[in-house]
């Protein structure tokens, strides 16, 4: 039984070709459309996956509990408060322990290093549920959608607007240019990507026919873009720089002008949600008082537009997140790709 996939951990994006990302997307639309039409697909019957949260999540968490259950097996979710990693108990320790109890571990926290050292010493297949440098798991949902809505991932242009350097830009920026789609980041020079990744990403680029742009200029990188993706302004853990961020990326709002500065009446918007687009949240709330915004990344009426596609993204993440699972634990007959 041949498996190009088993037993191997998705910790990040580069550590896969195009071939082996795009089976990934493809056999995530295939799960989908087998969940659709109520077929069953319990490939990892039997299995216990560990789901590590250091931090919190909706998307995340409900796409890897459902995704798991689909596939027949029983996922245990460990909060912070029920984990002690680098705590009371180092990453090796933990790793071992866990790894010796689940037959999969998925980790969303803070540290890169934590889940790299979580697949070295653990045993099992580890999946990156977010770290503060990759979000493996986001792009395969975030391709999927591209696909869907235009059939392909060839000649497509995708501009993310905003904060250039966080995971999800990191991320698309990298996967992008791996798969062949031409990203441009579109955000102010202090947010601009660190110059290594920026370099990684022409690598692949060079590869795959990708043409990568890295600008301040909105109309410049929003014009010919088939989707317009941000994120919000303000990370997990940055809370101190609120001020400084809402000056910073106003002029980077996802609005309407920005939607017809495309110059394309079919671009999407994608966005990988929470997103503060109106004041109907605390946080929301909270910045209308302090800072007289009431839409921050991305306006009202652009996420409520025929252009938005962030639900779909978002149901996108369990079946994405399905079909890694399945593909690295379910000894399923994938001879290559």
Not at 36 to 48: A, D, S, T, V, W
Not at 298 to 327: G, L, P, W, Y
């Amino acid at each position: 039984m041949q498996n190009v996939f088993q037993g191997r951990s998705l910790l990040a994006e580069k550590d896969f070709t195009k071939e082996e990302l795009m089976y990934f997307i493809d056999f995530s639309a295939h799960l989908k459309d087998m969940k659709k039409k109520g077929i069953p697909h319990r490939y990892l019957e039997g299995k216990n996956i560990a789901l590590l949260f250091e931090k919190a999540s909706t998307r995340t968490r409900s796409a890897f509990t459902v995704a798991a259950i689909d596939l027949g097996a029983h996922p245990e979710y460990l909060g912070k408060d029920d984990i002690q990693i680098g705590k009371k108990e180092s990453v090796e320790d933990t790793a071992k322990v866990l790894g010796g109890m689940f037959d999969g571990i998925e980790f969303r926290g803070f540290k890169q290093e934590n889940v790299e050292l979580l697949a070295k010493y653990s045993g099992v297949p580890v999946w990156n549920g977010l770290t503060d440098e990759w979000h493996p798991t986001q792009m395969i949902a975030d391709y999927l959608t591209l696909k869907e809505n235009f059939g392909t991932l060839e000649n497509l242009t995708l501009a993310y607007v905003g904060d250039g350097r966080n995971n999800v830009a990191n991320s698309l920026l990298v996967t992008g240019a791996i798969l062949g789609v031409n990203v441009r980041i579109v955000s102010p020079e202090s947010l601009f990507p660190d110059q290594e990744l920026i370099d990684l990403a022409r690598e692949f680029g060079n590869g795959s026919g990708a043409e990568i742009l890295i600008t301040a200029d909105v109309n410049e990188g929003v014009k010919g873009a088939d989707a317009l993706y941000t994120d919000v302004w303000v990370s997990m853990g940055e809370e101190d720089k609120f001020a400084e961020r809402v000056n910073l990326l106003k002029p980077y709002q996802i609005n309407m002008k920005m939607m017809k500065a495309t110059g394309k009446d079919e671009t999407i918007l994608l966005h990988c949600l929470p997103a503060f687009h109106d004041t109907e949240t605390e946080y929301g709330k909270m910045v209308k008082e302090n800072f007289g915004e009431v839409e921050m990344e991305v306006t009202d009426e652009v996420f409520r537009s025929k252009h938005a596609r962030q639900f779909d993204q978002a149901e996108n993440r369990m079946h994405s997140i399905k079909a890694i699972m399945a593909a690295t634990l379910g000894n399923l007959f994938i001879p290559r790709v």
